[in-house]
């Protein structure tokens, strides 16, 4: 059972918690963070979902992603889908979300990261990803007109990889 803190609309916690799955009562929201790592060429590091993942499955997606649970603040949220997902351990504490994205039931906090990542020293996590890769916009939009990307808007795709190298994206080292 999955935890959530539960916030108000203006994004302060309000001292309660849900279980993933239920029914969000009127004015309850949830955080949800998304990570997108770019390398030194300009590439994302995408995600492909196992064939048996609920939701998407089989689907490519970016880097990494998914709900905070209770405790967790955006960056400890991002920190852990990084290294759950694809191993991958970061220190993210004293950096903030680059966009959030208001959607109906919470608050999505986007993080765009530069490191050059090697994917072949990458553990992927059984449950969640069958593979990864380093792919240019051009292939995600590819990906995304063919079915085999999560079918996000192509001007957001477009506006991450735009926005990257602008107004505080974060280079690891």
Same mark, same amino acid.
């Given at each position: 059972?999955?935890?959530?803190?539960?916030?108000?609309?203006?994004?302060?916690?309000?001292?309660?918690?849900?279980?993933?799955?239920?029914? !969000?009562?009127?004015?309850?929201?949830?955080?949800?963070?998304?990570?997108?790592?770019?390398?030194?060429?300009?590439?994302?590091?995408?995600? *492909?979902? *196992?064939? !048996?993942?609920?939701?998407?499955?089989?689907?490519?997606?970016?880097?990494?992603?998914?709900?905070?649970?209770?405790?967790?603040?955006? *960056?400890?949220?991002?920190?852990?889908?990084?290294?759950?997902?694809?191993?991958?351990?970061?220190?993210?504490?004293?950096?903030?979300?680059?966009?959030?994205?208001?959607?109906?039931?919470?608050?999505?906090?986007?993080?765009? $990261?530069?490191?050059?990542?090697?994917?072949?020293?990458?553990?992927? *996590?059984?449950?969640?990803?069958?593979?990864?890769?380093?792919?240019?916009?051009?292939?995600?939009?590819?990906?995304?007109?063919?079915?085999? !990307?999560?079918?996000?808007?192509?001007? $957001?795709?477009? $506006?991450? !990889?735009?926005?990257?190298?602008?107004?505080?994206?974060?280079?690891?080292?």
């Amino acid at each position: 059972m999955e935890l959530w803190d539960v916030y108000d609309i203006n994004r302060i916690k309000a001292n309660k918690t849900m279980v993933r799955g239920e029914s !969000f009562e009127i004015g309850n929201y949830h955080l949800v963070i998304h990570v997108c790592i770019f390398n030194s060429e300009g590439n994302m590091l995408i995600q *492909q979902r *196992q064939p !048996f993942k609920e939701g998407w499955p089989n689907m490519w997606d970016i880097t990494a992603g998914g709900s905070a649970t209770k405790g967790d603040t955006s *960056q400890s949220a991002a920190e852990r889908e990084l290294f759950e997902e694809i191993g991958l351990r970061l220190d993210l504490k004293d950096i903030r979300p680059h966009i959030t994205i208001n959607f109906s039931n919470g608050f999505d906090d986007v993080y765009l $990261l530069e490191k050059d990542v090697d994917i072949s020293k990458l553990s992927l *996590q059984y449950d969640e990803v069958q593979n990864v890769k380093w792919a240019s916009k051009e292939e995600i939009f590819l990906m995304i007109e063919r079915g085999e !990307f999560i079918p996000y808007y192509p001007s $957001l795709i477009q $506006l991450l !990889f735009d926005i990257r190298k602008q107004y505080g994206c974060h280079q690891t080292k």
